[in-house]
């Protein structure tokens, strides 16, 4: 059903690194599945995809570590472009300026969490105030739904709602 993007056969296709914190595994198969699926309709679509999965046993030490791994991505070879699922693996995204970045939000990255008596949480305050910043620093956002979308017009200028 897709169309390959490159007919010609010298042209090379274009090369895009997806980071993220959720892929799914043996585990647990549903965890970050609809990433999985997006990567595999993109390479059915002929395009060259890497994925760096930031994973490892403490989430706050795996952001961190991300800085390296997308540095030695991006050295390795020659990614066109930077595609980060969620704010806080944007931010490590946006930490070199050598290939655009695009951000998909996906929920609480923008509209925060709720506690248990209705109100956001701290660290979820201080996550959308720095997403709503990097949104203006990225080539590109795309939000789930209009209500994310407001939440970035106030400053950001590029964002597509994903269908």
Known sequence: MYRHLYLDPGFLPMRVL?????YPTPENPA???FIR????????????????????RSRKWNYLKGIF???RHL????????????????????????????VTYHGDDLLGTVNKRGKKTLPSTLIVAAGRILARCVDAAIVQS??????????????????
């Open 31 to 33: 965890f970050g599945s």
């Open 18 to 22: 997806i980071m993220t914190a959720m």
């Open 146 to 163: 209009q209500e994310m979308a407001h939440k970035l017009e106030s400053g950001a200028h590029r964002y597509k709602v994903a269908d």
């Open 37 to 56: 699926t997006q990567v595999e309709s993109l390479r059915r679509a002929g395009v060259d995809v890497e994925v760096l999965i930031l994973r490892g």
């Open 75 to 102: 050295a390795r070879g020659s990614i066109d472009l930077v595609h980060a699922h969620y704010g806080l693996v944007g931010m490590i995204a946006r930490t070199q300026w050598k290939v655009p970045v695009v």
């Open 69 to 71: 791994q997308l540095r």
